[in-house]
Protein backbone atom coordinates (compact mmCIF):
# COMPACT_ATOMS: atom_id res chain seq x y z
CA UNK A 1 0.00 0.00 0.00
CA UNK A 2 1.43 3.69 -1.04
CA UNK A 3 1.23 6.54 1.04
CA UNK A 4 -0.98 8.25 -1.33
CA UNK A 5 -3.49 5.27 -0.79
CA UNK A 6 -3.02 5.20 2.62
CA UNK A 7 -3.75 8.70 3.13
CA UNK A 8 -6.69 8.60 1.21
CA UNK A 9 -7.45 5.47 3.30
CA UNK A 10 -7.30 7.50 6.31
CA UNK A 11 -9.35 10.99 4.86
CA UNK A 12 -12.21 8.67 4.29
CA UNK A 13 -12.70 6.67 7.41
CA UNK A 14 -12.32 10.21 9.10
CA UNK A 15 -15.01 11.65 7.03
CA UNK A 16 -17.34 8.53 7.12
CA UNK A 17 -16.67 8.57 11.18
CA UNK A 18 -18.42 12.59 11.03
CA UNK A 19 -21.07 12.39 9.00
CA UNK A 20 -21.96 9.20 11.33
CA UNK A 21 -21.33 11.70 14.61
CA UNK A 22 -23.55 14.87 12.96
CA UNK A 23 -26.58 12.47 11.97
CA UNK A 24 -26.80 11.11 15.13
CA UNK A 25 -26.50 14.50 16.59
CA UNK A 26 -29.46 16.04 14.32
CA UNK A 27 -31.75 12.78 15.52
CA UNK A 28 -31.07 13.60 19.08
CA UNK A 29 -32.01 17.18 18.72
CA UNK A 30 -34.96 16.66 16.99
CA UNK A 31 -36.25 13.91 19.30
CA UNK A 32 -36.24 16.65 22.58
CA UNK A 33 -38.44 19.12 20.96
CA UNK A 34 -41.75 18.75 19.98
CA UNK A 35 -43.32 19.30 23.63
CA UNK A 36 -46.03 22.19 24.05
CA UNK A 37 -44.88 22.86 27.68
CA UNK A 38 -43.69 26.11 28.47
CA UNK A 39 -40.09 26.57 28.02
CA UNK A 40 -37.29 29.16 29.41
CA UNK A 41 -34.76 29.21 27.16
CA UNK A 42 -34.79 25.76 26.98
CA UNK A 43 -35.50 24.25 30.53
CA UNK A 44 -39.52 22.97 30.99
CA UNK A 45 -41.60 25.55 33.42
CA UNK A 46 -43.45 22.57 35.62
CA UNK A 47 -45.11 20.35 33.11
CA UNK A 48 -45.22 16.59 32.93
CA UNK A 49 -41.13 16.19 32.57
CA UNK A 50 -41.23 17.38 36.33
CA UNK A 51 -44.54 15.85 37.63
CA UNK A 52 -42.99 12.25 36.33
CA UNK A 53 -39.79 12.71 38.06
CA UNK A 54 -37.68 13.40 34.88
CA UNK A 55 -35.18 15.72 35.18
CA UNK A 56 -34.51 18.10 37.74
CA UNK A 57 -34.23 15.48 40.72
CA UNK A 58 -30.95 16.27 42.64
CA UNK A 59 -29.64 15.80 45.47
CA UNK A 60 -31.73 14.93 48.97
CA UNK A 61 -35.04 14.03 47.91
CA UNK A 62 -34.98 12.81 44.45
CA UNK A 63 -36.40 14.01 41.33
CA UNK A 64 -40.12 13.15 42.09
CA UNK A 65 -41.32 15.49 44.57
CA UNK A 66 -45.46 14.09 44.84
CA UNK A 67 -48.56 14.62 42.71
CA UNK A 68 -48.40 14.82 39.30
CA UNK A 69 -48.76 18.35 38.09
CA UNK A 70 -52.42 19.39 36.77
CA UNK A 71 -52.05 20.39 32.79
CA UNK A 72 -50.70 24.47 32.95
CA UNK A 73 -53.90 26.79 32.61
CA UNK A 74 -54.59 28.66 29.72
CA UNK A 75 -53.77 32.31 30.01
CA UNK A 76 -52.08 31.93 33.51
CA UNK A 77 -48.98 33.88 34.35
CA UNK A 78 -47.15 34.75 37.40
CA UNK A 79 -46.55 38.24 36.21
CA UNK A 80 -49.91 38.74 34.54
CA UNK A 81 -52.12 41.41 36.29
CA UNK A 82 -54.80 38.53 37.00
CA UNK A 83 -52.35 37.40 39.77
CA UNK A 84 -51.81 38.63 43.80
CA UNK A 85 -48.34 37.84 44.35
CA UNK A 86 -48.49 39.99 47.81
CA UNK A 87 -51.37 38.20 49.33
CA UNK A 88 -48.94 35.62 51.29
CA UNK A 89 -44.65 36.05 52.48
CA UNK A 90 -42.87 34.13 50.65
CA UNK A 91 -40.63 30.68 51.67
CA UNK A 92 -37.07 31.00 52.07
CA UNK A 93 -34.23 28.64 51.73
CA UNK A 94 -31.16 27.91 52.75
CA UNK A 95 -27.88 27.62 50.34
CA UNK A 96 -28.33 25.10 47.31
CA UNK A 97 -31.36 23.87 49.50
CA UNK A 98 -34.79 23.44 48.38
CA UNK A 99 -36.16 21.78 51.81
CA UNK A 100 -38.67 23.82 53.43
CA UNK A 101 -37.02 24.69 57.13
CA UNK A 102 -39.80 23.95 60.29
CA UNK A 103 -39.51 28.11 60.54
CA UNK A 104 -40.77 28.36 57.22
CA UNK A 105 -43.95 26.13 57.73
CA UNK A 106 -46.07 28.42 59.62
CA UNK A 107 -45.82 30.21 56.07
CA UNK A 108 -47.19 27.36 53.71
CA UNK A 109 -49.64 26.66 56.68
CA UNK A 110 -51.00 29.86 56.21
CA UNK A 111 -50.97 29.47 52.30
CA UNK A 112 -52.75 26.23 53.21
CA UNK A 113 -55.36 27.41 55.16
CA UNK A 114 -56.37 30.19 53.54
CA UNK A 115 -57.04 27.74 50.16
CA UNK A 116 -58.60 24.81 51.24
CA UNK A 117 -61.99 24.41 50.28
CA UNK A 118 -61.25 27.50 47.90
CA UNK A 119 -61.37 27.38 44.08
CA UNK A 120 -58.02 30.20 43.75
CA UNK A 121 -55.52 28.49 42.23
CA UNK A 122 -51.87 29.46 42.88
CA UNK A 123 -48.66 29.66 41.55
CA UNK A 124 -45.57 29.12 42.92
CA UNK A 125 -42.76 30.05 41.41
CA UNK A 126 -38.83 28.70 42.55
CA UNK A 127 -36.14 31.92 42.70
CA UNK A 128 -32.39 30.96 43.66
CA UNK A 129 -29.78 33.41 43.70
CA UNK A 130 -27.23 34.37 41.11
CA UNK A 131 -24.72 31.85 42.42
CA UNK A 132 -24.99 28.57 39.84
CA UNK A 133 -25.42 28.23 36.17
CA UNK A 134 -28.90 29.33 34.18
CA UNK A 135 -29.56 25.85 33.74
CA UNK A 136 -28.67 24.67 37.29
CA UNK A 137 -30.41 28.00 39.36
CA UNK A 138 -33.94 27.07 36.87
CA UNK A 139 -34.10 23.45 38.07
CA UNK A 140 -33.29 24.25 41.75
CA UNK A 141 -35.38 27.01 41.22
CA UNK A 142 -37.81 24.20 40.33
CA UNK A 143 -37.26 22.16 42.92
CA UNK A 144 -38.18 24.90 45.77
CA UNK A 145 -41.45 25.32 43.86
CA UNK A 146 -42.50 21.82 43.77
CA UNK A 147 -41.05 21.43 47.52
CA UNK A 148 -43.75 24.28 48.75
CA UNK A 149 -46.56 22.27 46.35
CA UNK A 150 -46.05 19.16 47.96
CA UNK A 151 -46.13 20.44 51.30
CA UNK A 152 -49.06 22.64 50.68
CA UNK A 153 -50.92 18.95 49.39
CA UNK A 154 -49.50 17.58 52.07
CA UNK A 155 -51.85 20.11 54.55
CA UNK A 156 -54.77 19.60 52.51
CA UNK A 157 -54.66 21.95 49.64
CA UNK A 158 -55.87 20.04 45.81
CA UNK A 159 -53.22 19.40 43.95
CA UNK A 160 -55.55 20.79 41.11
CA UNK A 161 -55.29 23.81 42.01
CA UNK A 162 -51.44 24.42 42.17
CA UNK A 163 -48.89 25.07 39.34
CA UNK A 164 -45.45 25.76 39.75
CA UNK A 165 -42.69 27.76 37.98
CA UNK A 166 -39.45 28.89 38.25
CA UNK A 167 -37.28 32.12 37.40
CA UNK A 168 -33.96 30.39 38.77
CA UNK A 169 -31.94 33.88 39.52
CA UNK A 170 -34.02 36.39 37.23
CA UNK A 171 -36.40 38.89 39.10
CA UNK A 172 -33.76 39.35 42.14
CA UNK A 173 -35.58 41.36 45.49
CA UNK A 174 -32.06 42.27 46.42
CA UNK A 175 -29.48 42.53 43.26
CA UNK A 176 -26.57 43.24 45.91
CA UNK A 177 -23.76 40.31 45.56
CA UNK A 178 -23.37 39.72 49.08
CA UNK A 179 -24.65 36.80 52.18
CA UNK A 180 -27.85 39.14 52.71
CA UNK A 181 -29.40 39.36 49.28
CA UNK A 182 -28.42 36.13 48.39
CA UNK A 183 -30.49 34.61 51.26
CA UNK A 184 -33.29 36.98 50.24
CA UNK A 185 -33.28 35.73 47.13
CA UNK A 186 -33.00 32.27 47.59
CA UNK A 187 -37.40 31.74 47.87
CA UNK A 188 -40.17 30.64 46.56
CA UNK A 189 -43.40 33.17 46.35
CA UNK A 190 -46.72 32.19 46.00
CA UNK A 191 -49.45 33.92 43.02
CA UNK A 192 -53.15 33.41 43.94
CA UNK A 193 -55.55 34.18 40.73
CA UNK A 194 -57.89 36.47 40.72
Not at 22 to 28: Q, T, V, Y
Not at 52 to 66: D, I, R, T, V
Not at 138 to 163: C, F, N, T, Y
Not at 166 to 181: I, L, R, T
Request: charged share 20%; hydrophobic share 30%.
Amino acid sequence: MTLRTLTHTVLLAALALSSTSCAAFKKKKKSSSGSDSDFVQGTPLGGSDMASGGGGGGGGGGGNLGSPLPDRSEGSSFTSSGVDRHRFAPVHFGYDSYTVGGAEQSKVGAVAAALKGSSSSLIIAGFTDERGTAEYNRGLGERRAQAVRQSLIEKGVSAGQIQTVSFGSEMAVDSASNDNAWAKNRRAEFGVGK
